[in-house]
């Protein structure tokens, strides 16, 4: 029997060497003679163990990393075609603690199946949810999606159901679903694994909120810089085409649906959603302001559904399994699971998908294993660079929206980025100001020009000028911010600078600054 070797193609474990790993493979097969083929699968998440090379066996499959092109000559000495012992070898990979204790029901499939191989996807449990919905009344699926209790995972956290609900509802000869795969936030690459690993199950979500909100045309809106998402979803786009699943007639439907990929040049401001319209329009990136919604008056004034691609790839779990299925997982008005994102100084980074409600703690300590650095942890940033920092003290924070909002703080895309005590709070705040003065879209004054007076006032703390009296104009400064500015990049910068303010003093002080001037 044909032996199948399964070698990531997803960028982080490119990053890392995979391409010449695989080649070395290849290279190995035909020198032995061996009876095995190579499969590109999507990456399972641990970013430690990359390029994570399994083996298929009859006892399940066979983890072998971090590999390097100079281990593949003894890998195969040591019989690992046929799973054997190896140093590099982490027994069977479903049995790996990272990936054994998750709850995986969007990234199902990522890593498992090859991500081009719609055979493979459909053998996955994968278009049953669309199967269902073309066989229910729109406002039907919308009421299924509402009741899962699917929060939008790009970082307002508003329900998608009430979102597909007012586009449905919509008067419009045309609507739109656009998929916000923008994914700037600091510390996140779930919308990219997805993309690379299981494009279907986001081409299958789209579809699904066409048929259930009379769109009949989707675009996906990523970055330049994710050219391998790029590639993998156009080839799955055509490939979904040539199969009915897109096309004039949806599995055979009466429902019209395709959808295209759109390339941004990566401002971070585009991924808001209305820049990203703008932007998508061939305009450039400013944020409109609202109303009009982009529910009512979106994508070229047509009502437009506006979703991250984890809400998206969340809804055919919701239409297979049904929306009690997915609401019984989570804590709160936090329903189903989330792809935690962990990042930065980290032992184990990587993707970890679980039912909102884990504790901070247990994800940076128990998950994360603290820092890769090996020193203590001082703080950890949730939700990309408009998020709080949250000092050790905080860590038994519940990860849920309202428990999140409740310290100040904010889940956001579910990034988060650990750092270790050598970390300066202080510089991090000045960051904060600083990127928000770079990805300003210009509209309004609090942002474009208070992001500016942020630096110069954090660079005076730092010089050690009047330092109670910067400290005061900084925090006036963010309320002015917070509540002056047109869209949440002005509007959410304050969460970082003051999070790091209240909770590391130290780090704004004199007496701190001088002595690390010295
Ligand atoms: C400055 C800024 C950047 C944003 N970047 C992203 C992004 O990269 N991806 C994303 O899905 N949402 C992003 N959002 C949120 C979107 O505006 C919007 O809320 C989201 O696409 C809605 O989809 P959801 O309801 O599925 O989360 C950003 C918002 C702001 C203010
Ligand atoms: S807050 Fe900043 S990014 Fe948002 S509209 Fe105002 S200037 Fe533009």
Redesign the pocket.
């Known amino acids: 029997m044909t032996v199948r070797i399964f070698i990531p193609r997803d960028a982080a474990a490119l990053a890392l060497g995979a391409e010449n790993v695989a080649m070395a493979i290849a290279q190995e097969i035909a020198a032995r003679g061996l009876d095995a083929t190579i499969v590109r699968n999507g990456s399972r998440g641990m970013h430690w163990l990359e390029p994570l090379v399994e083996v298929e066996t009859d006892g399940g499959r066979i983890a072998y990393g971090p590999v390097k092109k100079g281990d593949v000559a003894s890998l195969f000495d040591a019989g690992f075609a046929n799973g054997g012992e190896h140093p590099l070898c982490r027994g069977k990979t479903d049995e790996i603690p990272f990936l054994r204790q998750q709850t995986r029901l969007t990234f199902a499939r990522c890593g498992v199946t090859d991500p081009l191989s719609l055979s493979d996807y459909r053998a996955h449990d994968g278009l049953r949810g669309l199967q269902n919905a073309i066989a229910m009344d729109p406002a039907a699926i919308v009421a299924q999606v509402t009741e899962s209790g699917l929060?939008?995972?790009?970082?307002?956290?508003?329900p998608?159901g009430i979102?597909w609900k007012t586009v449905l509802e919509a008067a419009g000869d045309r609507k739109y679903i656009v998929c916000?795969?923008?994914?700037?936030?600091s510390g996140t690459f779930a919308?990219r694994m997805i993309m690379e690993g299981d494009p279907f199950v986001l081409i299958e979500g789209m579809a699904i909120a066409g048929v259930a909100t009379g769109a009949t045309k989707g675009y996906v809106y990523t970055r330049s810089e994710y050219p391998h998402a790029i590639a993998v979803m156009e080839q799955a786009i055509e490939i979904a085409r040539a199969n009915g699943v897109l096309g004039p007639s949806v599995l055979g439907s009466k429902h019209a649906f395709d959808m295209e990929v759109r390339t941004g040049a990566g401002a971070?401001?585009?991924?808001?959603?209305?820049?990203?319209l703008n932007s998508l329009e061939g305009k450039r990136g400013l944020?409109r302001a609202k109303p009009p919604l982009p529910a009512h008056k979106g994508l070229f004034d047509c009502p437009t559904v506006?979703?991250?691609?984890?809400?998206?790839a969340s809804v055919p779990i919701v239409m297979d399994k049904g929306a009690a299925f997915y609401r019984d997982f989570g804590v709160g008005r936090s329903r189903g699971t989330i792809p935690i994102q962990i990042a930065g100084n980290v032992k184990h980074g990587g993707l970890y998908e679980a039912a909102f409600g884990l504790s901070l703690g247990e994800i940076v300590d128990g998950i994360g294993g603290g820092t890769a650095s090996g020193r203590p942890v001082k703080a950890v940033q949730v939700g990309?660079p408009?998020g709080a920092y949250f000092p050790r003290a905080l860590f038994d924070t519940p990860f849920d929206y309202e428990a999140f909002a409740a310290k100040d703080g904010l889940i956001g895309?579910a990034g988060i980025v650990v750092f270790d005590d050598s970390v300066d709070m202080l510089h991090q705040a000045r960051f904060a100001m600083e990127f928000c003065a770079v990805?300003s879209c210009g509209k309004c004054t609090p942002c474009r020009i208070g992001s500016t007076r942020g630096v110069e006032t954090a660079d005076r703390i730092a010089q050690g000028i009047e330092p109670e009296k910067n400290r005061e104009l900084l925090a006036d400064l963010c309320n002015t911010m917070k509540y002056g500015s047109l869209?949440?990049?002005g509007?959410?910068t304050p969460y970082p600078v003051l999070s790091a303010m209240n909770h590391f003093p130290e780090d704004f002080s004199p007496a701190t600054v001088v002595q690390a001037a010295e």
């Not at 929060?151 to 508003?158: M, S, V």
């Not at 916000?180 to 936030?185: R, T």
């Open positions: 929060r939008g995972r790009g970082g307002a956290g508003f998608t979102k916000n795969a923008d994914e700037g936030d919308d971070y401001v585009c991924g808001e959603e209305t820049a990203l944020v506006i979703n991250n691609v984890i809400s998206l990309g408009l895309h990805e869209c949440a990049l509007g959410f």
